[in-house]
């Protein structure tokens, strides 16, 4: 099922908000008619409105794709409206966190081609990193279907199984937070060594961005980019050594944080 399949049946954007608009601007950029897409959302924002989309009016009987973008709270409610399009060739693709596939198997029915995915938000700047996983019910071409849509934000990779996707949530689904506590400290740091608040934060948010885009666009590793600008005996080391501690530094602490985010999503999807 390609592009010209969603062009041909409609695709339904079930939940507008930053990370539905991050797509749909996305797709809109890339040459999908704003008349192929269908919008269901309760509080549309006067950029949605403008996009020419179908605005919370009837869907189409048989859509190619219906992607669930609501707030997992609200799929309860927002999900039973879909239930006539399960069991069918409709393939529902989630970026809500922590709903399992066998939850949307037991709302839509057992045979409906269901892709979960696990975004972040980054995609906002399209930038983001999602992860993806099939039902028994998709095959090769649903899964390029649904990449190539969630490329519009970002980088995506495929899981080998869905007992992936809480480790997932804890690395790359949590880990913005993770690096924006990070930036907060550095900055904090540089205050403390006598910078002033807004220079710090500057010097912090450009480094931390810098050396993340270095870090995708080299052909070394992160080790080997971090040996790179460290000089024997020099300033680098000196942080280094403090960070690089194996019993009270980054390393224990970071599996300590990734650890404790997997079990939490474990927890919320019941597991």
Known sequence: MGFSEIERRGLVLLGCGKMGS?????WLDGGLPATSVWVNDPFPSDWLSAQGVHLNGDLPADPAIVLVAV????????LPSLQALGNGTTVFLSVAAGITIATYEDLLGAQTPIVRAMPNTPAAVGKGITAIVGNANTDEATL?????????????????????????TGVSGSGPAYVFHMIECLAAAGEAQGLSPDLAMALAKATVAGAGALAEAADEDPAQLRRNVTSPNGTTQAGLEVLMD??????????????????????????
């Open 71 to 78: 707030k997992p709270q609200m799929m309860a409610e927002a």
């Open 22 to 26: 991050a797509m749909l601007a996305g």
């Open 144 to 168: 390029d279907m649904a990449e190539g849509l969630l490329s519009a934000v970002g980088q995506v990779v495929r899981l080998d199984g869905e007992d992936q996707m809480d480790a997932v």
């Open 246 to 271: 194996e019993s009270k530094g980054l390393p224990p602490l970071m599996a300590q944080t990734v650890a404790a985010a997997t079990t939490r999503s474990k927890e919320l999807a019941g597991g």
